[in-house]
């Protein structure tokens, strides 16, 4: 019902800037939540960064190890997502995974589900 799948990662050296996208597609009723995870291997999922939203207001929430450096945003209309990253380091090294928290469907519901994109890499290396 609901397809997620986020683009943008690659290899880049400290202290180098990249743009991770991503795009909730199907049939929706309504987002609430979009965000971004990662996950470095040998490590839990966390939480990077996500927005929340009703219907006039929205809120941002950034993972201490990233605050100042990376800064996300939402495009309601178009159901896309952005993580603008600078100032990368080794640590950032991860796969990155788009959340959509969601009611699928043409109608209202009380049925809110996760949804998960792949994937995409982030290399951050000297």
């Known amino acids: 019902q609901v397809q997620v799948m986020e683009s943008g990662g690659g290899s880049v050296q400290p202290g180098e800037s990249l743009t991770l996208s991503c795009a909730a597609s199907?049939?929706?009723?309504?987002?609430?939540?979009m965000g971004w995870y990662r996950q470095a291997p040998g490590k839990e999922r966390e939480l990077v960064a996500d927005v929340k939203s009703d219907f006039a207001n929205s809120w941002t929430n950034y993972a201490d190890s990233v605050k100042g450096r990376f800064t996300i945003s939402r495009d309601k209309a178009r159901n896309t997502l952005s993580l603008q990253m600078n100032n990368l380091k080794p640590e950032d090294t991860a796969v990155y995974y788009c959340?959509?928290?969601?009611?699928?469907?043409?109608?209202?519901?009380?049925?809110?589900?996760?949804?998960w994109g792949q994937g995409t890499q982030v290399t951050v290396s000297p």
């Open positions: 199907g049939r929706i009723f309504d987002i609430n939540v």
């Open positions: 959340y959509v928290h969601a009611v699928a469907g043409l109608v209202p519901s009380n049925e809110w589900s996760d949804y």
